[in-house]
């Protein structure tokens, strides 16, 4: 029989479990960067100190990198406090969670284990596997030649190869006076005098060659567009066309739902109006890859969209919470059979979202159980206020009185951290709110929903993580666990075997 302290526990976990999903350490809309940090490194501290089983396999789950290296860090860090088999299931975690996160992020992390004096002989070894299940080592050391020196030094390894040696840890006149059997190597060499070869180099290093030798921009992106991952393509997309560069184009229904919602937002509204056909489109095919064989399984749909004000994010996270609303609309319209979109602001026209007004989600809830879904979702960062409390008192009403049993199910998914509750804003106790960060992660969210209304508790949470982290290790062993497989879902996609860019944060 569960005890109140399993209750607790399982709480805790899930508290955990949103912030390790959504939070950041950066400013939001409500709270600035320094309230998030601390709020974050408390967190850690804690369920590290209490549940460090769990803190560990939260690593299995989708969470974001940033979070995800701070769990790597904090478990390197007190090694001394786990047991064998704790180290043992630790390491398989750090080793496919680290496989998984864009290189530089690895780089940096390693760079802050130096800064902290973390230097034991299991960080040696988590760094020593890593560089060496790296596909390509010339790569690293062009691209990210600061980290890949410091980890070197860092874990005591010998450079792989003499080559790599010279050219990392060579003065500048030893690495540019001598040839390199490497071709990349020898083309970083020659682009400090040769602007042939900066076009053979990775678009992030060519481009401080390009601002060197004077290349003209729309020139200089033009030729080096084969050298672009299909991210870099999306980001330079805009200026590209300005500049003159038609050449940089990507095909945008490949693109990461979540992402390309974000990339349609940051569009002027005449653009959108004006690639209206285009952009639908690409969202459309990005929402089926991403529910695949799901389509059409969820029956009747409602969702309540915020596109508040609130929902611009901030800053650092510019539209991002409308972005995660967009890519959910679209996803949701693919899973359901008969689907009812409700945006806050009346809008009917998703393509022209912006965030503005006020938040009435108690009016669209209403308006969203009123068609009688099987399924009501609600993307919001939890803040009614338009009147405040009314999504609450009509959640609770129907939840207590009008449908007991439980007809409509109803899911709240909330992309923003509240740093001053330690957890994502709720809308009301008896409907089960789970932090997102992509909406690609939609459907194992909803699954994963029934632990936060209270009516499961640790060992049912504790199965759903071993369950997980055994699929998550399996995965990793069934693609040879290497630094560049990727993951299983379509985010990664975008990066054509080369994780570049920051991950969102």
């Given amino acids: 029989m569960e005890t109140p302290g399993d209750l607790v526990a399982a709480e805790d976990v899930l508290l955990f479990v949103n912030a390790a999903v959504t939070a950041t350490g950066q400013r939001e809309f409500h709270t600035d960067a320094a309230e998030q940090r601390l709020s974050l490194d408390f967190l850690h501290a804690y369920i590290l100190g209490n549940y460090r089983d769990l803190y560990a396999a939260v690593l299995a789950l989708d969470v974001n990198d940033h979070n995800a290296a701070m769990i790597v860090r904090r478990l390197l860090e007190t090694s001394r406090e786990a047991t064998d088999a704790q180290r043992r299931t630790e390491g398989r975690l750090i080793a496919r969670r680290l496989a998984l996160m864009p290189p530089q992020r690895v780089y940096r992390l390693f760079a802050e284990l130096r800064r ?8 040696r070894a988590v760094v020593r596997d890593w560089i060496a299940a790296r596909p390509d080592a010339a790569l690293d050391a062009v691209k990210y030649r600061g980290g890949f020196r410091t980890a ?6 010998a450079p792989p190869g003499p080559e790599l040696g010279d050219f990392a840890f060579g003065g500048e006149k030893s690495r540019q006076g001598r040839s390199f059997e490497s071709p990349l190597l020898d083309a970083w060499r020659r682009a400090h005098y040769q602007k042939s070869a900066v076009y053979e180099l990775p678009y992030t290093v060519a481009e401080g060659f ?47 739902l979540t992402r390309l919602a974000g990339y349609v937002l940051g569009l002027p509204v005449e653009q959108r109006r004006a690639r209206r056909a285009e952009l639908t489109a690409a969202l459309e095919a990005a929402a089926r890859r991403t529910a695949g064989a799901r389509q059409g399984t969820w029956g009747r749909v409602a969702a309540v969209l915020d596109d508040s004000f609130s929902s611009y994010g901030s800053g650092q996270k510019r539209r991002r919470p409308l972005a995660v609303a967009l890519a959910c609309h679209h996803l949701l319209a693919v899973l359901a059979s008969e689907y009812v979109p409700l945006w806050t602001s009346g809008r009917r026209d998703a393509l022209l979202a912006r965030p503005s007004g006020a938040t009435p989600l108690g009016r669209r809830v209403l308006d969203a159980l009123e068609t009688a879904p099987e399924q009501l979702v609600i993307v919001s960062d939890g803040w009614d206020n338009a009147p405040p ?6 959640l609770r009403v129907w939840r207590t009185r009008l449908d007991p049993a439980g007809a409509t199910r109803i899911v709240h998914l909330n992309p923003v951290w509240d740093a001053d509750g330690f957890d994502v804003r709720r809308l009301a106790p008896g409907v089960p709110t789970a932090g997102i960060r992509d909406a690609e992660d939609l459907v194992p969210l909803v699954g994963i929903a029934r632990f936060a209304e209270g009516r499961t508790g640790l060992p049912e949470l ?7 982290t055994a699929a998550f290790l399996a995965a990793g062993e069934h693609t040879g666990g290497g630094p560049d497989t990727g993951r299983s879902d379509t985010r990664r996609s975008d990066t054509d075997g080369e994780h570049d860019g920051e991950a969102d944060e």
């Fill in 116 to 123: 902290a004096g973390v230097n034991n002989r299991r960080t």
């Fill in 152 to 157: 070197l030094r860092h874990a005591h390894l």
């Fill in 210 to 256: 390009a601002a060197k030798h004077g290349i003209p921009r729309a020139a200089f992106l033009e030729r080096i567009a084969p050298r672009m991952t299909r991210l870099e393509r999306l980001r330079l997309q805009e200026s590209a066309r300005a500049a003159g560069a038609d050449a940089v184009a990507v095909d945008l229904a490949r693109m990461p």
């Fill in 389 to 394: 409390g009314l999504a609450a008192e009509v």
């Fill in 462 to 468: 504790t199965a759903h993580l071993a369950e997980r």
